[in-house]
Every structure is written in C-alpha cells, then in structure tokens.
C-alpha cells in the first residue's frame, strides 16, 4: 500500500507560477513512472506529465515549454513547476505512481488531488 501526499496547489492570476509536490510513503517493491494527471468537469483525465524511474519525462503539447517535472528516487518525491499559467489549466491535479509490491503485482496509486485555479 502506497500513499501519495500532494501541496501546493492554489489561486493564482495568468502568467504566475505555482509547483506541486507529492511525496510516497508505505510498502511498494519498486516504483516504475511517477508523475501528474488533471482533470476539469466533463473532461476525462489527461496525463500533464510523467518521470521514469530511468529519468526519462514525457509532457502534454498544451504544457510543454512551461512546465517541468522533477522527481528525487531517494525521497520517492515528484515536483511540478507550472510557469506562464494560463486559465485553462485550471484542474484538479492528481499525483500518481505505479510500480510493483513485493508480491510482484502491478499497482497504481492516486493522490487525493489538489485544486489549481488560475483566474484572468
């Protein structure tokens, strides 16, 4: 079982910056991609950004140029630096990982969510 701990999350005006944090804790074999999903009323969920345990990241055309992924292994800590925000990022913004517990079964787990709102 793997808890996922997320801050930083906020009301900001367009063109301000805000960065995500989310922490790991709890019993997992090995963690694979950590990284961030968002999601709005009536849209299903997209990926906004993935790290490897390999250190390589993948970001959605709507992202990137502006924000930028981090991930520590050490602390099983991942970041998200949101530069230039625009109103249509405005979401909640879902931390997650998936790996593998020491029975060898795939898991994914979810953070709760932290609500980013960027007014104009």
């Known amino acids: 079982q793997v808890q996922l701990v997320e801050s930083g999350g906020g009301l900001v005006q367009a063109g301000e910056s805000l960065r995500l944090s989310c922490a790991a804790s709890g019993t997992i074999f090995s963690i694979d991609d950590m990284g961030w999903y968002r999601q709005t009323p009536g849209k299903q969920r997209e990926l906004v950004a993935v790290?490897?345990?390999?250190?390589?990241?993948h970001y959605a055309d709507s992202v990137k140029g502006r924000f930028t992924i981090s991930r520590d292994n050490a602390k099983s800590t991942v970041h998200l630096q949101m530069n230039s925000l625009k109103p249509e990022d405005t979401a909640v913004y879902y931390c997650?990982?998936?790996?593998?517990?020491?029975?060898?079964?795939?898991?994914?787990?979810w953070g709760q969510g932290t609500q980013v709102t960027v007014s104009s």
């Open positions: 997650y990982a998936d790996g593998r517990d020491v029975s060898m079964k795939i898991i994914v787990s």
């Open positions: 790290a490897t345990s390999g250190g390589s990241t």
